[in-house]
């Protein structure tokens, strides 16, 4: 049995998901769900996970590990990755350097992009051709590679991206490219821990648009060092433990598999919010739900019309990733996000963060080094700064003695200190009034956030349950509903620490893909459809690349896709596919194209851009263990009353009640204005909403 196998079938398993301010572990013991939030340690991710581990001692050391990392996201977005090389056809070095004409900031007069990660000098080109239609119009000549082999080992070069044009239709020469390298790795030197690492684009991403596949490849290869170091110093510092790894697409992977396709974990943390806020929401009836995870740095939402929504279009630090990922839109708002003024005395709530060190004024860290100057430069130390987590203290929507649990302190005369420079500098009349500026600020970042994944893609926010979780997403999110009209807010159980437990619930699962371009009423062949023939090599490839891992075929699942458009066009729909149904596929796209576009061509002629295929091995279920109902609900809840306290709503205070959330049962229902507190959240329940406990312990909070 394969170390995934052994993770998906053990018994005990602890899920991991390490973010900027804090890191979260979520376990199972006695069919209880057991929570733990240890302060991240951004120089070195392991730290904190191995801190974290010693607080689950009911746990054996066999237990597994399901980790979220944020180690490849980290290397793209501080530009700290490895030295890298790129190895492509002549004539296309700068590929990576003219990308596409598009222009993020419309109105900039002088646009600017990001440099690119690989310098021209480490980008080198290979003599040989394959045409547009699979022929190989100049063959390779291996021996031309001494040069630059000689050339990698000055540079020291610890990674090499090869992407050739047109080899997804011809991989034969970067095949033969990585054979000759791996045979002169000795001549190399390089890293003694890992040999020279090589990602070849048509087993990366064998798709056409040569940007995007050079851009993917090289992310990869950028990476992956870094990874797969990370993850063998974690695998072995917690032996006998088994590892793996949460993917960008929602679906798991062993250690070894992401080491080595790093690119494919890159949005991990994030897509494990997406799973466990699908997966609490089915558990309480609603399959339409918008998940919003407001975390310490940024805030993750995405749209699930009763599916998880994925996309290969996604984007990092400004460069494009054609990896299938969940289709999640991150803002730059978290608890821990900065408040500033700039020069026009414009108030603005991150993107930067306050992270774990120094972390919100309230923490009490560096407490030394903090000023409350609201007006520094933006670039200053971030221990000069409030936060929206200072600004929600203020205004007494967090409880300085039940944060964490007890197990810090908030310094409320800190955040009110700060907030009242912030007053000042503003012209408001008071540090509340401040903070709720604050406040409102960061609501119409997120509330923007959610228009963009609902009404700008023709779906109405009404239709659908907002899922809140991160540490300050119970927060915020009634405001967010009352603004977008959504009906209702569930509050998992565990709200702080959801992406945690969406990696426990995550299966095992690879992704496929092939570029075909070609008509869908294409002539079919030897009887079945050309789609069906076309998929064959990549049902082989996942069920031997599953069988590898320990899976037999009778257990997977396959969900066939493909990207179409109308002749013509330059980009594509994804819609599902089902072997045999050629017929009914165009009429799905038309649909499709209606929804997202507001208009169909049914006599056009529809093009299969590219073929895709997702596999799945189902995983075992977690064991939940049923939650008693209390029978006089209407009463019970005033056990779960722990005081009041002055909470401001809508620029004004109003006496409000302080719940503690493990007090209250299913069948428990109250009215706001409300504040319920646990170990990993915080829940806000404004004025003339109601709060009611499902059966497995979720709130339900509606108007």
Request: negative net charge; charged residues 20%.
């Amino acid at each position: 049995m394969t170390p995934e196998q052994q993770a998906f079938d053990a018994p005990y398993r602890i899920g991991i998901d390490t973010g900027g301010t804090f890191t979260d572990f979520v376990w199972f013991e006695n069919g209880q769900l057991r929570v733990h939030k240890q302060l991240s340690t951004p120089d070195d991710p392991s730290r904190a996970v191995l801190n974290g581990l010693s607080q689950a001692q009911s746990l054996p050391d066999t237990a597994a590990v399901i980790h979220g990392s944020t180690v490849a996201t980290n290397a793209l977005l501080e530009r700290n990755g490895a030295r890298t090389a790129l190895l492509t056809t002549a004539g296309f070095r700068d590929v990576l350097a003219i990308g596409r004409q598009n222009r993020p900031d419309l109105y900039s007069l002088v646009p600017q992009k990001p440099d690119p990660l690989i310098p021209r000098q480490w980008r080198f080109e290979v003599n040989e051709r394959v045409s547009a239609q699979g022929e190989i119009l100049k063959q390779l000549d291996v021996r031309e590679l001494r040069v630059i082999l000689d050339q990698l080992r000055e540079s020291s070069i610890e990674s090499v991206a090869v992407c050739l044009l047109f080899s997804f239709l011809r991989p034969e020469h970067e095949q033969a490219i990585r054979r000759y390298l791996l045979e002169h790795i000795a001549d190399l030197g390089g890293d003694d821990e890992t040999g020279l690492h090589i990602s070849l684009s048509s087993e990366i991403l064998p798709e056409y648009r040569e940007y995007e596949r050079t851009a993917t490849t090289v992310i990869n290869a950028y990476v992956a060092p870094i990874m797969s170091r990370y993850l063998r110093r974690l695998t072995a510092a917690i032996t006998p433990r088994t590892v793996t790894v949460m993917q960008s697409n929602g679906g798991v992977i062993s250690a070894d598999i992401a080491g080595e396709h790093a690119a494919r974990t890159v949005l991990s943390g994030p897509a494990g919010g997406v799973v466990g806020g699908q997966f609490v929401a089915r558990q309480s009836g609603f399959e339409n739900v918008i998940t919003f995870d407001m975390g310490g740095t940024s805030t993750d939402v995405a749209l699930c019309p009763g599916v998880l929504p994925t996309t290969s279009e996604g984007e990092v630090a400004g460069m494009p990733l054609r990896l299938p990922i969940l289709d999640i839109h991150t803002v730059g708002a978290g608890g821990g996000s900065l408040v500033t003024v700039d020069a026009g005395g414009a108030l603005h709530v991150g993107p930067k963060s306050a992270g774990a060190n120094p972390g919100p004024i309230s923490y009490g860290l560096s407490r030394a080094s903090r000023q409350t100057d609201p007006g520094a430069a933006p670039e200053g130390d971030a221990a000069m700064y409030a936060t929206t987590t200072d600004a929600n203290l203020v205004l007494g929507r967090l409880d300085a003695q039940h944060f964490l649990g007890g197990t810090i302190r908030l310094d409320a005369a800190a955040a009110d200190a700060a907030l009242d420079a912030l007053a000042k500098k503003i012209g408001a009349p008071s540090a509340q009034a401040a903070a709720w500026d604050v406040v409102r600020v960061a609501n119409a970042t997120m509330e923007r956030a959610i228009r963009l994944i609902s009404v700008e893609r023709g779906y109405d926010p009404r239709d659908f349950t907002l899922v809140a979780f991160g540490g300050a997403g119970p927060l915020h999110a009634c405001d967010l509903a009352r603004a977008l009209q959504i009906p209702r807010v569930l509050i998992p159980a565990t709200p702080g620490v959801l992406s945690a437990l969406g990696m426990l619930v995550a299966e095992p699962t690879r992704d496929y893909s092939q570029t075909v371009l070609r008509r869908l009423d294409s002539k079919e062949e030897a009887g079945d459809s050309w789609l069906d023939v076309s998929f064959d090599p990549l049902y082989e490839s996942a069920v031997l690349d599953m069988e590898v891992e320990g899976y037999e075929r009778s257990r997977l699942h396959f969900r066939p896709g493909l990207d179409l458009r109308y002749l013509g066009q330059s980009h594509e729909l994804k819609v599902g596919y089902q072997r045999g149904t050629i017929q009914a596929v165009a009429e799905q796209f038309h649909a499709a194209h209606e929804l997202r576009y507001g208009y169909r061509r049914p006599q056009a002629a529809v093009e299969v851009v590219s073929l895709r295929l997702t596999v799945v091995a189902p995983g075992t279920p977690l064991p939940l263990a049923p939650l008693t109902r209390v029978e006089t609900a209407h009463t019970d809840h005033a056990q779960a009353i722990v005081g009041k306290k002055l909470v401001w709503f809508d620029g004004s205070q109003r006496v409000t009640e302080l719940y503690d959330r493990s007090k209250l049962r299913p069948g428990h229902r109250f009215a706001g204005p409300a504040v319920i507190v646990q170990y990993d959240s915080t829940t806000v329940v404004p004025p003339l909403w109601r709060v009611s406990v499902d059966e497995i312990g979720n709130l339900l909070v509606e108007q």
